[in-house]
């Protein structure tokens, strides 16, 4: 119910200090929205991005921290560039997470306080990701994984350690944090909260200039927002598929393979009984014969199992040697010594004394082998077209590692390549409302790491077919040519002039409405025809009730403003200015016992069990101290922009 509240005061806390596909995840302490603090003057040394108290932050870990903060990122966007991430605030915030690692490490052995190489080895042990089929940990998955992540052992270990180290150090600090009594009372009251009040929307169209801009102003726009215009990595991709029908006629069986096969599985074929009977176990050899007695005079199995305090089983397929060795030879002999339809007699077993009715006894006669050839010829080409299929697919791997080119597979397996349009990280094809056959799917992460001209080959559906493909052709991303972007540019351009209007309108509005003007009639006294203001009359419970996902910005800033304020707030995606002006709050009391009080300290205890952590974070850095090289740091942006 206060999970507007929770929306409001939420702060990006629990920073992941291990990798995350190590899945260790540091708990409750603050993240990349705040920034540095710790800035003591320059560094010395260009090798270096920061030091926290005498720890040097290498120029190579914050590059290799960059890479990867763009993998994980690129599991959300597969198509964001470098150039993309850094704009985003990406290089900062993998800065930060380095500083943050270090500060709790070092804050960590000042203390004497550590994680010990069994430890660690236990969180590495007990991880899921890392365990083979036989659900034990693989040491050969843990390598593959660590390959793939691109770091070594020691610095995975060295992660583990660090969030091992931060529980430690923040699960004190931040547990049971509670909210005092009259603060839930204050948030539960805001819940009635009502607020009146008018939201205008100033659009860029409106005030967008109408005339055709010169070549020297569009070339300028350009070359000011490059980023803007990156077309992201396209690959053309080259693939065939192959199953079973490749092997021709090498699945099917000879004459003397299914012998063998017959020899091999003679008691398979040979004659046999089993029996499906209903049986009662119980502790003494005097209340087995009771029992059977009973049911010998008339009385009903169940009927006298029920009577008993005992339950009836009923069991299926029975075969003596099974039956030997689950319960014993007595009570084997006993069940196959009766007749169908009558009651065994007493027999003994670890679990007891076993008395049991047959209900039915199935009888197999001998088998030939002319009789079960097609059977085995069967089973015997499903296991050929299996072991076969994994051995063609293992010799074409082969041949790709001695060099063999995917058209030289195809045409040895007479297979038809398909080759798709220049294609995007995601499976879409560029520029267009198509996306990659589906058959790409599980090697789209591969093919999008793989460079051109090596063919690789992968299962689909479980081994049942295999796809051979090759990246035929890379083109990276980069900026596009502005003679091939002009419209697009020029309608970019428009847009961004009609957003500095706008502002500068929004502003003339403020004044306005600041010198005692209604909104509507400040909005009026625009040259321009601008939509007519909403007005606003909610609470917040019906705020909180809304059907959006995400309360609209200027909705979110008409609640956070004061009384008798107004305000302006850039629209996302440059669509213009929204002026927001709020003429009045009311507030209703609500008893001391309403159930939303015990909600909101329920719901508000975790943002200050967060906020307990943020400040644990910052005492470390300020006891630590942190002094940052601003040098370093732009010479690995400008590394990673490959602007150097």
Not at 594 to 609: E, F, H, K, S, Y
């Amino acid at each position: 119910m206060l999970t507007f509240f929770r929306n409001i005061f939420k702060t990006k806390l629990g920073l992941a200090l291990a990798l995350v596909f190590l899945g260790l995840i540091a708990l409750a302490f603050a993240s990349a929205d705040v920034s540095s603090t710790g800035a003591f003057g320059g560094v010395a040394g260009g090798d270096r991005v920061a030091v926290v108290g005498g720890e040097k932050i290498g120029t190579a870990d914050l590059v290799q921290a960059a890479n990867n903060g763009l993998d994980r990122a690129r599991q959300q966007n597969p198509t964001l560039t470098m150039e993309e991430f850094i704009a985003q605030g990406g290089l900062e915030q993998s800065l930060e997470t380095l500083i943050d690692r270090f500060a709790i490490r070092t804050y960590a052995e000042k203390y004497g306080i550590r994680a010990g190489d069994n430890l660690v080895n236990s969180e590495i042990r007990l991880l899921p990701a890392f365990r083979g089929a036989d659900g034990n940990f693989s040491e050969d998955i843990y390598r593959q994984a660590l390959a793939q992540a691109r770091i070594s052992d020691a610095q995975a270990r060295e992660d583990f350690a660090t969030g091992l180290v931060s529980q430690q150090l923040f699960v004190p600090a931040t547990f049971g944090a509670q909210v005092p009594e009259r603060l839930a009372y204050r948030y539960a009251q805001l819940f009635k909260e009502r607020r009146e009040g008018t939201i205008a929307l100033l659009p860029s169209a409106s005030f967008a200039p109408q005339g055709d801009p010169s070549p020297a102003v569009l070339q300028r726009y350009y070359e000011a927002n490059t980023a803007d215009f990156v077309r992201p990595e396209r690959r053309i991709i080259r693939f065939a598929t192959f199953d079973s029908e490749a092997l021709g006629d090498r699945v099917n069986p000879t004459a003397a393979e299914i012998e063998a096969r017959y020899q091999r599985d003679r008691e398979q074929f040979a004659a046999s009984e089993t029996r499906d009977v209903t049986q009662l176990i119980v502790p003494t050899k005097a209340a087995a014969t009771s029992l059977r007695q009973r049911i010998a005079g008339g009385a009903s199995f169940d009927a006298v199992a029920r009577e008993a305090g005992l339950r009836a089983t009923p069991l299926t397929g029975l075969e003596q040697s099974e039956l030997t060795s689950q319960a014993s030879r007595a009570v084997a002999d006993a069940y196959f010594a009766a007749s169908e339809g009558a009651i065994t007699e007493p027999a003994r077993s670890p679990l007891g004394w076993h008395i049991a009715q047959i209900d039915d006894v199935i009888t197999q006669q001998v088998r030939s082998l002319e009789q079960v050839r097609e059977e085995i010829a069967t089973a015997l080409r499903e296991e050929k077209r299996t072991e076969g299929l994994a051995e063609l697919a293992i010799e074409i791997e082969d041949q790709l590692a001695d060099g063999a080119t995917l058209t030289e597979v195809a045409e040895e397996l007479n297979l038809e390549l398909t080759t798709t349009r220049p294609a995007l990280a995601n499976g879409r094809i560029y520029q267009a409302q198509e996306t990659l056959p589906e058959v790409l799917a599980p090697a789209l992460q591969t093919i999008f790491q793989m460079e051109e001209e090596e063919p690789e080959i992968a299962p689909l559906q479980g081994g049942g077919s295999y796809l051979v493909y090759e990246v035929a052709q890379i083109t990276p991303a980069a900026r596009a040519p502005l003679a091939e972007i002009r419209d697009r540019v020029e309608a970019s351009w428009r847009i961004s002039e009609g957003l500095k209007r706008a502002q500068a309108a929004a502003d003339r509005v403020l004044k306005r409405v600041r010198g005692g003007a209604t909104l509507a009639a400040a909005l009026a006294a625009e040259e321009v025809q601008l939509p007519a203001p909403e007005q606003i009359n909610l609470t917040r419970e019906q705020l909180a009730a809304r059907r959006e996902q995400r309360i609209p910005p200027p909705l979110a800033l008409l609640f956070s403003m004061a009384e008798g304020t107004t305000k302006k707030l850039e629209a996302a995606q440059d669509i213009g200015f929204f002026v927001v002006d709020l003429n009045d709050i009311t507030m209703d009391d609500i008893a001391d016992d309403d159930p939303l009080i015990a909600q909101a300290r329920q719901q508000l205890g975790p943002v200050i069990g967060e906020e307990y952590a943020q400040q644990l974070r910052l005492a470390m850095r300020e006891e630590l101290g942190v002094e940052r090289n601003e040098d370093a740091i732009e010479a690995v942006r400008r590394q990673l922009l490959g602007t150097n």
